[in-house]
Every structure is written in C-alpha cells, then in structure tokens.
C-alpha cells in the first residue's frame, strides 16, 4: 500500500467485518523519539490465539471470498523496512488491537496520505459504526462521532450538509496537526 491512510483503511474495514461498533484509531508522531505511530483498536469479536498467531501470513484470511489477505502482512513489510514493528493484541468477544510504529525518519516510512477522506469515507460508508480519531504532531486534533451524532439528534451523518460538515472539520483538524505539507 501506498500510503498509510490506505493502510488505515484496510484495517478499520476489517474491524468493521469484525461486527466492531467503535473503531479507535491514533496517529501520533514523535521527532524527538524518531517515531511515527499507528493505533487501531475495535471491540470486534477478536481473534483466537491460533489465528493470531498466523495474521501475518498472506495466506491467511477469514475471508471466503479469497484465499489471501495481504493488508496486515503489507503493514507489517511497510513497518519493518523503517525499522519499525507491528504489535497485535487480540481476545475473542473484546476485540483487537494493532500497533505499528514506523521510524519518522526513515525514507522508506510511507507518506500519510489523505487521512481526511478515509476517515470520512469510513464514516459516510458506515454509519452505523462509530469512529474516534485522535492526531498528535505539532498539535492535538480529536475526532469522535459520537459527539457528532450526539449534536445531529435525527439528522443521519450521511445527510449531504453534514458529510460536507465532516470532510472540511477532518482536513481542517488534520492540517492543523500535521500542517500543510506531508510529514
């Protein structure tokens, strides 16, 4: 993949699958400890300790649509070739967990890409779920559907004037974190 709101993606439609009704995700960058980190977490089913075991083989899946899963092996490459590492934590009924940490500097750390559209797309595409977003860079952003259905009352956030609403407060809060330019 890409970029890492690709990976992001990837992994929240998983813990979607997963019959996650909040997905947690943290994206803290660190320059003094050279590090970039990404945080996923759902209250999913989580996974057994067999499978866990295997995740990061691309030729495991609990799809049945295909016999290959190459999100959280590609994760995995992505955050070793920085000199990183991926950390997956899981327990069946409570959900799963996946750290992964890239060195900030390194120059085969993936770019963010366009954090704001995947988190809003994840958003629009399930409504049903609920997402928290917490940034921290230069500054801290936090993004929590719950609030934001909580002050919508009845209005759906796949309503037109709040998908617009969640967009432009997603760029916003991102930019501001992380600036005008790609870390």
Do not use: W
């Not at 995700?25 to 590090?35: C, P, S, T, Y």
């Not at 590609?74 to 920085?82: F, R, V």
């Amino acid at each position: 993949m890409r970029d890492i709101s690709l990976h992001i993606l990837d992994i929240a439609e998983n813990s979607i699958r997963a019959g996650s009704s909040l997905v947690r995700i943290g994206l803290h960058a660190d320059k003094e400890r050279d590090e970039l980190k990404l945080v996923i977490g759902d209250n999913g089913c989580g996974m057994s300790k067999e499978l866990l075991s295997r995740v990061k083989s691309p030729f495991t899946t609990s799809r049945t649509t295909r016999k290959v899963g190459l999100g959280i092996p590609l994760l995995a490459a992505n955050c070793e070739a920085t000199g990183g590492r991926l950390d997956i934590e899981s327990e069946i009924g409570k959900g799963t967990t996946l750290t992964a940490v890239f060195q900030f500097s390194h120059i085969d750390r993936p770019p963010l890409g366009d954090i704001a559209e995947t988190l809003a797309t994840l958003t629009i595409m399930n409504p049903s779920v609920d997402f928290v977003f917490s940034a921290k860079y230069n500054e801290a952003f936090d993004y929590d559907t719950r609030q934001i259905k909580a002050a919508l009352g009845d209005v759906p956030v796949t309503q037109p004037d709040v998908m617009t609403f969640i967009r432009e407060y997603l760029k916003e809060g991102i930019k501001q974190v992380f600036g005008g330019n790609e870390i």
